[in-house]
Antibody, heavy 115, light 112 residues
Framework: EVQLVESGGGLVQPGGSLRLSCAAS????????MNWVRQAPGKGLEWVAN????????RHVDSVKGRFTISRDNADNSLSLHMNSLRAEDTAVYYC????????WGQGTLVTVSS | DVVMTQSPLSLPVTLGQPASISCRSS???????????LSWFQQRPGQSPRRLID???NRDSGVPDRFSGSGSGTDFTLKISRVEAEDVGVYYC?????????FGQGTKLEIK
C-alpha cells in the first residue's frame, strides 16, 4: 500500500525544538521530491520546505529559514523536519507529501507551541 | 512571493449543478521550459489534501472526469460539471513554478 506516515508532533514550549518524521512505503521514495506542508488550525495550506530526490537541493520558506531543516534518508525511506526556536505561529498540522507524477500525502501530525 | 487569489471563497451549489472556481496569480506561472505548474487540491472535512489536477489540466489518477482544469498565464479555473455530495470540502490552487510554492486561500464548496 502506498502511504506516508508522520510522527513526532506534540506540545512544545516557545523556543523549544521538535523533530518530525515521515515514513514512506509502497512507492519508490528516492524518485520523488518530498515536501512539508502545514495547516494552522482552521486556516489554509502553507508550503514549508522541500528536498530534491537525491537530497542535493533543499528549500525552506522564509518564515522558517534558519530555524527548520528538512532532510531525507533514501536508504531508510524516511523524511525529517528538524524544528528549532519554535514560535506560537508554528502551531499547525504538518503534512509530508510526495510530489511527482503521483501525489501522496500523509495523515498529518499536530504541533502545538504553547506555554 | 507569488500571490494566488481564489474566488469565490464560499461556493454553495445545488447537487447536480456545475461549479467553477477561479484562481489568479500575481505573476505568470509559465516556467522557462514552457510548462505551467499550477495544481488544484481538494480537502474534504477531516481529511488530508488530495491533488486533483496538475499542470493546469492534467487530472490525477482516480479523479472523476467531472473535474476539469483550464487556463494559462495568470488566470486559471477549476470546473466541476455536476456537483456530487462527496465534492464537499475546500479547494486550493497552488503554484510551483516560482519559489516559494504558494497556495490560494481556499474555496469552501457546500451543498445548498
Amino acid at each position: 500500500e502506498v502511504q506516508l506516515v508522520e510522527s513526532g508532533g506534540g506540545l512544545v514550549q516557545p523556543g523549544g525544538s521538535l523533530r518530525l518524521s515521515c515514513a514512506a512505503s509502497g512507492f519508490t521514495f528516492s524518485s520523488y521530491w518530498m515536501n512539508w506542508v502545514r495547516q494552522a488550525p482552521g486556516k489554509g495550506l502553507e508550503w514549508v520546505a522541500n528536498i530534491k530526490p537525491d537530497g542535493g537541493e533543499k528549500r525552506h520558506v522564509d518564515s522558517v529559514k534558519g530555524r527548520f531543516t528538512i532532510s531525507r534518508d533514501n536508504a531508510d525511506n524516511s523524511l525529517s523536519l528538524h524544528m528549532n526556536s519554535l514560535r506560537a505561529e508554528d502551531t499547525a498540522v504538518y503534512y509530508c507529501a510526495a510530489w511527482g507524477s503521483t501525489n501522496i500525502w500523509g495523515q498529518g501530525t499536530l504541533v502545538t507551541v504553547s506555554s | 512571493d507569488v500571490v494566488m487569489t481564489q474566488s469565490p471563497l464560499s461556493l454553495p451549489v445545488t447537487l447536480g449543478q456545475p461549479a467553477s472556481i477561479s484562481c489568479r496569480s500575481s505573476q505568470s506561472l509559465v516556467y522557462s521550459d514552457g510548462n505551467t505548474f499550477l495544481s488544484w487540491f481538494q480537502q474534504r472535512p477531516g481529511q488530508s489534501p488530495r491533488r486533483l489536477i496538475d499542470k493546469v489540466s492534467n487530472r490525477d489518477s482516480g479523479v472523476p472526469d467531472r473535474f476539469s482544469g483550464s487556463g494559462s498565464g495568470t488566470d486559471f479555473t477549476l470546473k466541476i460539471s455536476r456537483v456530487e455530495a462527496e465534492d464537499v470540502g475546500v479547494y486550493y490552487c497552488m503554484q510551483h513554478t516560482h519559489w516559494p510554492h504558494t497556495f490560494g486561500q481556499g474555496t469552501k464548496l457546500e451543498i445548498k
